[in-house]
């Protein structure tokens, strides 16, 4: 996989993520650590992702799209695919796995809502992104 990210690329923007994380949500940076999900532990609501994203897009000077996590995870399933009924399918939930794979798997359950994917989300998940759109622009001729 040439685009694969590695710990490396995590590693380096890891401290202004998490930065911009803990500002966005108003936490101390300790407590923004890799693993833990925003949601969950960080008491982020959807409204947040937002703001985070934002934030993310002038600290790095990307562009992040609205959705992109989820279409991301998608990949190259079609959305009937994906989901049915506002859940995610078998074929979903392989794809959602191998994509998010930063999430223990513990957290990835049957039935599964595609509502419920942000709920997912670690700081990870927003390092990753970081990293795609950085990767994107550098391909970007027009950058």
């Given at each position: 996989?040439?685009?694969?990210?590695?710990?490396?690329?995590?590693?380096?923007?890891?401290?202004?993520?998490?930065?911009?994380?803990?500002?966005?949500?108003?936490?101390?940076?300790?407590?923004?650590?890799?693993?833990?999900?925003?949601?969950?532990?960080?008491?982020?609501?959807?409204?947040?992702?937002?703001?985070?994203?934002y934030r993310l897009e002038r600290q790095f000077k990307v562009k992040i799209p609205?959705?992109?996590?989820?279409?991301?995870?998608?990949?190259?399933?079609?959305?009937?695919?994906?989901?049915?009924?506002?859940?995610?399918?078998?074929?979903?939930?392989?794809?959602?796995?191998?994509?998010?794979?930063?999430?223990?798997?513990?957290?990835?359950?049957?039935?599964?809502?595609?509502?419920?994917?942000?709920?997912?989300?670690?700081?990870?998940?927003?390092?990753?992104?970081?990293?795609?759109?950085?990767?994107?622009?550098?391909?970007?001729?027009?950058?």
């Amino acid at each position: 996989m040439p685009d694969a990210i590695t710990k490396d690329d995590i590693s380096d923007v890891y401290p202004k993520v998490s930065e911009t994380i803990a500002e966005a949500l108003g936490r101390d940076v300790d407590e923004v650590t890799l693993t833990a999900p925003l949601m969950e532990e960080l008491d982020a609501e959807s409204i947040d992702f937002l703001d985070i994203v934002y934030r993310l897009e002038r600290q790095f000077k990307v562009k992040i799209p609205r959705g992109k996590i989820v279409e991301d995870a998608r990949g190259p399933l079609s959305e009937a695919e994906f989901e049915q009924n506002g859940f995610v399918t078998e074929a979903g939930f392989t794809r959602l796995q191998e994509h998010m794979n930063e999430v223990p798997a513990e957290r990835f359950r049957t039935p599964f809502k595609v509502r419920d994917i942000p709920l997912l989300f670690t700081v990870e998940t927003f390092c990753k992104l970081v990293i795609r759109a950085q990767k994107k622009s550098a391909k970007s001729p027009t950058g």
